[in-house]
């Protein structure tokens, strides 16, 4: 590990202000790109500003762009990113965080070159060590419900008590709060606010009492 790679605190700020907006940040596998904007707009309309595009369908980037363009108010982020190339593609349909469900060092050093808020994932100690000598201070726990819930949640952040955690893969309206009560949890991530059924109906009011309810779970925040 080279010295330079040691930037502490270096990404916190901004990520940590983005995980503070919703208890929740909805990861939605879109197949139509003309969905993302009504989507966007019953997620606001239930309460949450945040939403997470998973870069592994073709309308992922147009989503992107749709949602920057046509619904500001919310703050849309790309995830499951894996090389520069996405990234580069991603920060231009306009993403204003990026995600990745694992280590990814290609893609946090050009987030950090475009000053974009990045969150990694990891599950492991091994891992949450490699990214925080990164300087990372915040990233997914992933897949946290085959990972051990929240408990394996508690045994991370008692051993790396300078991270925040955002727990995602396997979380449900049932189990958030059990995330959401530890103080290194500002948020968790999950596809229960955006099921594939009521985005294959385009059911927006739907959504948007699911949003209302996951909205809810702020009470949980320590
Ligand atoms: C994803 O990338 O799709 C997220 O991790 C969501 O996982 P979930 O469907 O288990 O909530």
Redesign the pocket.
Known sequence: MTAELRVPGADLTDIAATLGLSPVIP?V?LQREADAVPLAEALLRGGIPIIEI?LRTAAALGAIEAIRRDCPSISVGA??LWTPEQTLQAASAGAEFISS?GIADAVQDVTRSLKLPYLPGAQTASEVAHLTRRGCKAMKF??AGAAGGAAAVAARAAVFPDVLFCP????SATTAPSYLKLEAVPCV????ITPAALLAERNWTGVQELAGRAAQLANYKP
């Open positions: 990861v596998t998973a995830g499951t469900l992933f897949p995602t893969g396997g979380v991530g999950g596809s229960w």
